[in-house]
């Protein structure tokens, strides 16, 4: 059943009310948000209009009240469909001032003069303003200090809420829907390229709102990596098939993929995926409350790689939500505790005997009692076309 | 004719060439790059993995010779496919150190100590990488110093090669063919969201790569924005459905729109799109090498808006090419010269008597003679379903 759209104001409120408990803990009088995930987290703001760089976007969230979007006009009508109230335009792109005066003054009227305004700097994290505007931001404020944010957003989106969980839970299904169509659209003789347009199709079809990713590979014995896009080179017997997909539904993807053999796999092509099926199954059956993190990549490696300490793709998933990929990582060095409410893609890969990769991914989530696949769970055969 | 994809390694060269010119001008011992079209326009490099906000990803260009991609491991193969030789990799993400050494090193190796580095830092810019880590480069750089690319990257790319417009032509070509075919998807009752999924796959079956950006509206007497994502309320007799694409075809986008009634149009429907198509007419009349960019504003403004100086919207169209939206704005203060191989649209909206807006779009080329249209002009009727 299809949740729907949108989010209740109180749960934009009680994101809005936990930050600013974080905010009081770390110390900030304000946090300054500027990417997509950051402003449409506390607002619902939810546009691809994010797809023209020309413009900047500001949240400001104060340490009392609710979020102030300072944004171009042409954004005013949709934000206002919002339950943001102080709403803050100017006509943009101004090359004079694009932005940057209202941006201060609104920061200046929120903040003490002593008073440290939080942006986003640690990994995964990038400032979407430009950098000279920005110095320019920095030096009106003062003496205010632009510091780092203490990760508050990025602690607080870790865990999803239940009303989240359904639109990931929406989007995983619909890519099982598509996934099950590909004996559709793919057999020998059909460029690559073709079959990539035809799954966005399906993905389309089955209720994604919109496909911004898909990568993967086809091969005899494999792909080369996993990022790829389509060329028009001609899928032939005996290769193996991997699409990969991110789509959205209602703002929140699923990612995972699903390889297939065309014709009878060859053993070693039987062999590697039986293989990345063990090692999924054994990290979700290590995936609960109080493990951590490197368990779920130690519980794949030990069955890829065993003795190994890592790979070219440097992890073995991720978390996964507003963002087709978000902390944590699936790596050794990760200890983060999990939790329940918690999304995460397990993806182990293995480089067959030809020196081809192969990479299984599926979507779980952490429950109190264990975990939960999201995805359908593939079983050790692969599955042939 | 569909174009081949990718470019010559000729084409790589000059590029990397003419920047190289402009960074003697300016003092700059190295460029460093780290968005999508920077690293893509000097490389060719082209993949949606971007879409992944996780990695980091650098490209220096030296002085003299070719680029230098400073990449996590994961986009080495694919990385290894393009012109690039010197291709130096880490595995990432690397919570200890994220690229951050190898980058310093890198850029240390190739620039005097008294050189200056130049970053995007102006307007339509952004530094895609934490900013933590570009104040630990800056201080691990010193004495040299990272400053403002005096926009060498924007300005070449302002200009298109005959290449580069052979794909921005195929994208609009694509679209034109999906708009086309409009009629089969949109009538009374079908919900808005139901005709974006359907008018996307429309563009795939169409060619489109990819279809990062669709918005749209559908209301009577117009719509409230043109950046919304749909909604499931369903179309109506006598509305009019604005649909506004940006697909990808080889990397390179279109950007246009069309407008349809649902049913016989209302007088002041009818009047603001013959306006629209008046505004387009006169501001193409106006696009050729010589006149400036305020010129196609005035063009358009005169008539939509007369005596008005701007919009909510802020623009009146923009560049186009690698990204949706490129420099310059269409806006009064923009003094750009029009040069043969720039490709622009043209976009003026209307406030109708209700307080709905109607916009239109086109794209264009300039040529040594003109101005081309690359999508298809539309005629002053508004196409009726």
Known sequence: ????????????????????????????????????????????????????????????????????????????????????????????????????????????????????????????????????????????????????????????????????????????????????????????????????????????????????YLAGGAGPGGYGDVISPATDAPLAAGDVLMLDTGLVWDGYFCDFDRNYSLGPPSQDVADAHALLIDATAAAFARARPGARIHDLFHAMNDITNPGGSGSDAGRLGHGLGMQLTEWPSIIPQDDTLLEPGMVLTLEPGVTLPGGQIMVHEEDILITEAGAEYLSAPQSPDIRVL
Not at 3 to 29: C, I, K, N, Y
Not at 124 to 146: G, K, N, T, Y
């Open 1 to 212: 059943m299809t949740p729907p759209r949108g989010f209740p104001p109180e749960e934009f409120r009680a994101r809005t009310s936990r930050a600013q408990t974080l905010m009081q803990e770390a110390g900030l009088a304000a946090l300054l948000l500027t990417t997509e995930p950051e402003v449409r987290y506390y607002t619902g703001y939810l546009t691809r209009f994010w797809e023209s760089p020309t413009r900047p976007w500001f949240l400001v969230l104060p340490a009392a009240g609710g979020p102030i979007a300072v944004i171009p006009s042409i954004g005013a009508h949709l934000m206002r469909q919002t339950w943001i109230t102080d709403i803050r335009t100017w006509q943009a792109p101004d090359y004079a001032d694009d932005g940057l005066t209202l941006l201060a003054d609104t920061l200046r009227e929120v903040t003490p003069p002593d008073g440290q305004i939080g942006v986003a700097d640690q990994m995964e994290s990038h400032l979407r303003m430009p950098l000279a505007d920005f110095r320019r931001l920095e030096a009106a404020l003062v003496p205010r200090r632009i510091v780092s944010d203490a990760q508050i957003t990025r602690r607080l989106r870790l865990v999803k809420s239940a009303a989240e969980i359904a639109k990931i839970r929406t989007a995983t299904a619909i890519a099982n829907r598509a996934f099950d169509r590909v004996p559709e659209i793919a057999r020998p003789g059909i460029p690559l390229a073709q079959v990539f347009r035809d799954f966005q199709r399906l993905c389309l079809e089955e209720g994604a709102d919109w496909v911004p």
